[in-house]
């Protein structure tokens, strides 16, 4: 007998443990409470990682948590029905080889059978692959059905060159992933032509959504790094097409490719598109989840981009008042102060009513949001830009004088090469403001050579990332220059 008593009774799962110090470390866990190994270790010994009881209790929970895992509830909403067949093809094949090992024949060849069933039906190759070769071996040396053999010999051979073209294509995306910490330009583009030379031929022969999502994903990133936009729109529009056909795949890598085409439309400057898109977006994907923001996050930008401020603070509200907001990254609560403070601009401006922007506090922005010290990308300058834009239309003149020397350091230091030219341009064109006293025709004076020089990089040309330039620096100057043809500007309240 497989199962035996002893070995049922022995089984020790986390839920078997209620009320014992190891769960209410789990729960502790579970809850955020604990976040560290010295905080749980203080917490139950008032002592550190290094204690041996601590250590005992911590690999307890972990052996544990483990032998939970073969026991996950895939029945709940939570998962999806390829989700599901995963997780229940991942552990009948655990299962099928244990009783292998213990020379259970029958029960393995049926759990075998079962996962090929689910397998076959969600497209996923590796488990198929083998549980077509579980069987194939068990009509080769054990029933001797040539037919039976030959069907699960066919269908093995099918599924490992599925299986390898599927492998072969991750390869390449981790390979590309990794260049790009070293390689320059002109070494990553090549090394993306080849390997797409390599990889699209595999479209026109294999179905495997998994497939044609690792090569869509290796080239809208890379379409979408080098700022190529029409390549970027017309890859997400090829993928989001051909997922349209497969409905089993999960929603949520139809909905990279959704966001994808948001991107684009954004450095195409085309809002009808990007609205419509976006719409999509947030009909489609589960509210709170990464895509959902990412949607929002750009479309913000599209909103920016295009003078379309009025939904700006209720898109803005809408993302921040979500429950699900306090878990983002960090890079993304940044990332939407800095869009608060955009809003905030433009309400001094006239130009959009405040929602909950009307929180803002500029001084608490300005000491809070944090200046990387290893800017290579340039995110800096929108942070340094946003400030001084404000300062300048609440004519704060003292603070804005007293960060001038920090800002021209900066950008003497970072912003020289081609990706930050127009920012390099625009901050050099704000400078003359108060270098000027905020007079309208010393300033267009001194700033005509920066102005010159930003209109030979038109925005849809630029190297730069999409994120910097939220809204386009000949925006802004035509907002600075009204500020200064006002005279009269309102003190930020």
């Not at 990387?372 to 003149?397: A, F, W």
């Not at 020289?416 to 625009?426: M, Q, T």
Request: glycine share 2%; with cysteine.
């Amino acid at each position: 007998m497989v199962v035996t008593k002893h070995s049922v009774k022995s089984l020790k799962t986390i839920n078997s443990s209620k009320g014992s110090r190891v769960y209410e470390l789990y729960e502790k866990i579970a809850a955020n409470e604990l976040e560290t190994d010295a905080q749980a270790a203080k917490y139950f010994f008032n002592s550190t990682p290094q204690h041996p009881q601590y250590r005992k209790l911590k690999n307890r929970l972990e052996e544990l948590l483990l032998n939970s895992v073969v026991f996950i509830d895939t029945n709940s909403p939570k998962f999806s029905d390829t989700q599901r067949a995963f997780y229940t093809c991942q552990r009948y094949m655990t299962i099928s080889k244990i009783l292998l090992g213990r020379t259970a024949r029958k029960p393995a060849v049926k759990l075998f059978e079962k996962v090929l069933k689910y397998a076959e039906r969600l497209e996923l190759c590796e488990p198929a692959r083998d549980a077509a070769i579980g069987l194939r071996d068990y009509h080769a040396y054990r029933t001797g059905n040539v037919r039976e053999f030959e069907k699960y010999l066919n269908l093995s051979r099918k599924y490992t060159e599925i299986w390898q073209a599927e492998d072969l294509a991750q390869q390449y995306f981790q390979e590309y992933s990794v260049s790009s910490i070293k390689s320059v330009p002109a070494e990553r583009e090549q090394r993306f032509k080849s390997t797409m030379s390599k990889l699209r031929p595999y479209l026109k022969n294999i179905t495997s959504y998994r497939l044609h999502f690792l090569v869509y994903l290796l080239e809208t990133n890379h379409y979408s790094e080098t700022n190529t936009y029409s390549k970027l729109l017309k890859s997400a529009n090829e993928a989001s097409t051909f997922f349209k056909s497969k409905p089993i795949a999960p929603i949520a890598l139809v909905a990279i490719f959704k966001v994808r085409q948001l991107e684009a439309y954004i450095g195409l400057d085309d809002f009808e598109n990007g609205r419509k898109v976006f719409r999509q977006c947030d009909r489609q994907i589960e509210p709170g989840v990464v895509h959902w923001y990412n949607s929002y996050e750009l479309y913000m930008l599209l909103l920016f981009r295009t003078k379309k401020y009025h939904s700006l603070s209720t898109i803005f509200e809408k993302a921040t008042q979500h429950p699900a907001y306090k878990h983002q990254t960090t890079k993304r609560h940044e990332r939407f102060r800095i869009f608060q403070a955009f809003i905030y601009y433009l309400s001094l401006l006239d130009r959009v009513k405040l929602g909950v922007t009307k929180d803002f506090r500029l001084q608490r922005f300005l000491n809070e949001l944090p200046i990387h010290s290893q800017d290579k990308r340039g995110y800096n300058v929108t942070v340094l830009m946003i400030q001084i834009l404000i300062l300048i239309q609440s004519k704060q003149h003292d603070k804005l004088t007293d960060r001038i020397e920090a800002i021209e350091k900066y950008t003497s230091r970072y912003l020289r090469n081609d990706e930050n030219f127009r920012s390099n341009c625009f901050i050099k064109m704000l400078l003359q403001v108060p270098k000027r006293n905020f007079h309208k025709v010393a300033v267009l004076r001194h700033a005509k050579p920066y102005i010159e020089k930003l209109a030979t990089v038109p925005l849809l040309k630029s190297k730069q990332s999409y994120e910097i330039e939220i809204i386009p620096y000949e925006h802004l100057w035509e907002y600075v220059l009204e500020s200064l043809e006002a005279g009269q500007i309102k003190e930020p309240s």
